[in-house]
């Protein structure tokens, strides 16, 4: 979906953020100008691979067709999906991101872990835009849904 925000197949997926050198704050969306935190005098930025798993924060499913950038045909029919909001605490950030296909809001919970998994966002007859999404983890291993590992 976006160059530099994550990287990896399989179990080698990570999302990628950036870490300040002066004041340790992570950021996702990734920040190459400068650190956003504004008590930070600013250091340099360096790529880091975020946490593969985290915790539901919050969840909602998602009824409406997003407005750009969202990549999306508006000739085609809007399918919704789930959105779950997954706090990475070693980061002390919360990720929003959509479910794998499958996962409904039914299936989710506060505080339930999940990772994060490559995913197809849209394609067409000549391009295929990945993103992440998020799976279930149940019993310490991955849930079977949706997405390839």
């Given at each position: 979906?976006?160059?530099?925000w994550?990287?990896?197949?399989g179990?080698?997926f990570r999302l990628?953020?950036?870490?300040?050198?002066?004041?340790a704050?992570?950021f996702?969306p990734?920040?190459?100008?400068f650190?956003?935190?504004?008590?930070?005098?600013?250091?340099e930025?360096?790529e880091?691979?975020?946490?593969?798993?985290?915790r539901?924060w919050s969840?909602?499913?998602?009824?409406?067709?997003p407005?750009?950038?969202?990549?999306?045909?508006?000739e085609?029919v809007?399918?919704?999906?789930?959105?779950?909001?997954?706090?990475?605490?070693?980061e002390?950030l919360?990720?929003?991101?959509q479910t794998v296909p499958g996962?409904?809001?039914a299936?989710l919970a506060v505080?339930m872990?999940?990772?994060?998994?490559?995913?197809?966002l849209?394609?067409?007859a000549r391009t295929?835009w990945?993103t992440?999404?998020?799976?279930?983890?149940?019993?310490?291993?991955?849930?079977?849904?949706?997405?390839?590992p």
């Open positions: 979906m976006v160059t530099g994550f990287t990896g197949r179990g080698g990628l953020g950036t870490r300040c050198s002066a004041c704050s992570v996702f990734r920040e190459d100008a650190c956003r935190n504004p008590g930070c005098p600013g250091g930025l360096e880091v691979p975020l946490s593969k798993r985290g539901v969840y909602t499913d998602s009824r409406y067709r407005p750009p950038p969202y990549v999306s045909d508006p085609l809007w399918r919704p999906c789930v959105l779950a909001a997954v706090e990475l605490p070693a002390r919360v990720v929003l991101g996962v409904g809001v299936d505080g872990e999940v990772e994060a998994v490559p995913g197809v849209n394609e067409d295929t990945t992440w999404h998020w799976r279930p983890v149940r019993d310490g291993t991955a849930a079977g849904t949706g997405a390839a």
